[in-house]
């Protein structure tokens, strides 16, 4: 599966942006989403994770609350809705996909990884 994100830009602390992950060359019904990002200097990290039916979500403690993981199956493609952005939310954000009916919160768990897209939150 082929992974594509977009929907990244500049935007004010207490801000709101959304992300989208466009999937294409499989079947996106089959496989379980995240969202990772990594912030200048540092490793990447898990930010929010989706399975295939979108009945079950989770996030980072440092998101819950403020980020909403969805996916729509019929349009291929997986949002994440992120509110109240805060500068530590600065960072590269990337999607991914593991063809897994279930929950994963790991980097090692996931195949198939877009380019990523640079939200940046200014002070």
């Known amino acids: 599966v082929q992974l594509q994100a977009s929907g990244g830009g500049l935007v004010q602390a207490g801000g709101s942006l959304r992300l989208a992950c466009a999937a294409s060359g499989r079947t996106f019904s089959n496989y379980a989403m995240g969202w990772f990002r990594q912030a200048p200097g540092k490793e990447r990290e898990f930010v929010a994770a989706?399975?295939?039916?979108?009945?079950?979500?989770g996030y980072a403690d440092s998101v819950q609350g403020r980020f909403t993981i969805t996916r729509d199956n019929a349009k291929n493609t997986m949002y994440l809705q992120m509110n109240d952005l805060k500068p530590e939310d600065t960072g590269v954000y990337f999607c991914?996909?593991?063809?897994?009916?279930?929950?994963?919160?790991?980097?090692?768990?996931?195949?198939?990884w877009g380019q990523g897209t640079q939200v940046t939150v200014s002070s």
């Open positions: 989706i399975t295939w039916s979108g009945s079950i979500t």
């Open positions: 991914a996909a593991t063809y897994f009916d279930g929950y994963a919160d790991n980097q090692a768990s996931y195949g198939y």
